[in-house]
């Protein structure tokens, strides 16, 4: 059984998410207006102007750049390349579709986060929504979990590179590493080890195309695309393995918590 309803739940974890991603932003604490629109009247009656302040401007772009950002601080960039590596390696072009893919990606990182989303709620967004603390200790508590999963995911090669990019020193805790670091080392990391398990998985449907290609060449049949006898013996090979619930395990024991 369930111990909390679905819905609830992803509302949680939206709230929680949508927390986090405006921590990673520069807050803006005192700016002032900026002009927006001016309207001005016949000659002599003088004009009236609209302006519009910095914190409603930087909010508006937020929500425009939230979608990425709340999919690159999670486990989906994994989950989404290896996803889309295995359709090529299966070399079924279009099948699972992308709205298949992405979905499934969606709600496997759902189910990989959901430890991290409940310490988020538990800690930072039940308690603010409830009246018991502060918006900038609930950003400063929901970002705790969220760096700790980013950072045990994260190479600590790739956090060297971007701190010597950035021209930083040299740290003695994860905790120092700056959000702007640890961001794109976080998604090198990820990108590097989606690529690793797609080699792994292209090994096996690649070894079959060279043995089909090999038994066509050997009985004449050069005018045969091997892709044709290829594909349905590696779809077959891959439900008899009962490949999607090995892939899954696979995916979600990948990450370290």
Same mark, same amino acid.
Do not use: C
């Given at each position: ?5 679905? @819905? ?52 508006? $772009? ?36 992308? @709205? ?5 990606? %969606? ?11 409940? !310490? ?14 502060? &918006? ?27 701190? +010597? ?6 740290? @003695?805790?994860?905790? +120092?590493?700056? &959000? ?7 998604? $090198? ?55 999607? !619930?090995? %892939?899954?395990?696979? %995916?979600?024991?990948?990450?370290? &918590?």
């Amino acid at each position: 059984m369930l111990r909390k309803p679905i @819905t609830k739940k992803i509302l949680y974890v939206i709230l929680a998410l949508l927390l986090i991603a405006l921590a990673a932003l520069p807050m803006v604490s005192h700016a002032q207006g900026i002009p927006l629109v001016n309207v001005t009247g016949a000659a002599g009656k003088g004009g009236q102007q609209y302006s519009m302040s910095l914190q409603l401007l930087g909010l508006m $772009t937020t929500l425009t750049l939230l979608p990425s950002m709340l999919l690159m601080m999670t486990s989906f960039v994994r989950i989404i390349i290896v996803l889309s590596l295995l359709r090529q390696a299966i070399g079924t072009a279009q099948t699972p579709p992308n @709205t298949v893919l992405v979905g499934l990606a %969606l709600f496997l990182t759902f189910f990989i986060m959901s430890p991290v989303f409940e !310490t988020v709620y538990k800690d930072a967004v039940g308690p603010y929504m409830n009246g018991t603390l502060d &918006f900038d200790k609930a950003l400063i508590k929901a970002e705790v979990p969220v760096r700790d999963f980013m950072t045990k995911q994260t190479r600590e090669d790739d956090i060297a590179m971007f701190m +010597q990019i950035s021209n930083r020193r040299e740290l @003695t805790d994860a905790t +120092q590493v700056p &959000f702007t670091t640890l961001m794109p080392a976080f998604i $090198t990391s990820e990108i590097k080890s989606a690529f690793t398990i797609g080699f792994l998985i292209y090994i096996p449907f690649v070894v079959i195309d060279l043995i089909v290609a090999s038994v066509l060449m050997s009985m004449g049949m050069m005018m045969l695309s091997p892709m044709i006898i290829s594909m349905p013996i590696k779809l077959m090979l891959f439900v008899l393995i009962d490949g999607w !619930t090995l %892939l899954m395990a696979s %995916l979600a024991n990948s990450f370290v &918590f």
